[in-house]
């Protein structure tokens, strides 16, 4: 028990990130077929489960998922959905950070957090044909899988 604490330590020294994972959010809301890919791993997604910087939420085609974010933003997913978690960054004291997300394929509704209210510019979400600022408002978008292909 006395080496715990030096094990700790010496796993942390060896592996810096794991200090860094922090959850941005978590599964509010699941139905059917979800998954969640995280460092090249794919696990079931369970109501409650964190998710964190890069993963990629799936649907299955009678999947969805409602994903609440610690600023508040809230994301939903429906069927055959990909959606990624690229990058956020939020300061509870300051309400001030970024989210920025990739809608891959799929259908998405959006309502900003607390991340807008201070800068209106904070949260990006990007698809395969363009870059949408939100404004501090809420939208939906449907991203389609072209050509057949996987959307990229």
Known sequence: MKNIPVLLTSLLLAFPGLALAESIGQIKKLAGDVRIERNGKTETGKLGMPVFQKD????????????????????????????????????????????????????????????????????????????LAVRGTEFSVKVENVAGGAAQ
């Not at 600023?71 to 429906?78: H, K, L, T």
């Not at 990058?87 to 998405?108: I, M, P, Q, R, Y």
Request: charged share 20%; net charge negative.
């Open 56 to 131: 990629i939420i799936l649907t299955g085609s009678d999947g969805s998922v409602g994903l609440l974010f610690v600023d508040d933003s809230r994301m939903s997913a429906g069927p055959q959905s990909r959606l990624m978690l690229d990058e956020f960054s939020f300061n509870e004291k300051t309400d001030e950070g970024f989210f920025n997300a990739s809608f891959l394929e799929g259908v998405f509704s959006v309502v900003a957090g607390k991340l807008t209210q201070k800068n209106p510019d904070a949260l990006k979400v990007r698809t395969p044909s363009a870059v």
